[in-house]
């Protein structure tokens, strides 16, 4: 879902153009909510596979991606 505290987290980019290569391979994989964000000024552009609401329904979905080889973690919202 596009809303929720919890954010499974697929990458911290320098480069926006790795960002949103790595955007792209997530909705390729069918996570049609990844998004590219910059959080609080910082200078590195994040890939946010997907928002939830609740935490283990968050775990589960990087589990998930990890089983597929993605890197992730899930992040909440401050």
Not at 24 to 29: D, E, G, S
Request: net charge positive; with cysteine; charged share 20%.
């Amino acid at each position: 879902s596009s809303s929720g505290q919890y954010m499974v987290i697929a990458g911290n980019y320098l480069v926006e153009t790795n960002g949103r290569n790595m955007m792209r391979k997530l909705q390729n994989l069918g996570y049609s909510s990844a998004a590219l964000s910059i959080f609080d000024d910082s200078q590195y552009h994040t890939v946010i596979a997907s928002r939830y609401s609740d935490y283990s329904e968050a775990l589960r979905a990087a589990s998930s991606l990890k089983d597929r080889g993605i890197d992730c973690y899930v992040k909440r919202k401050s």
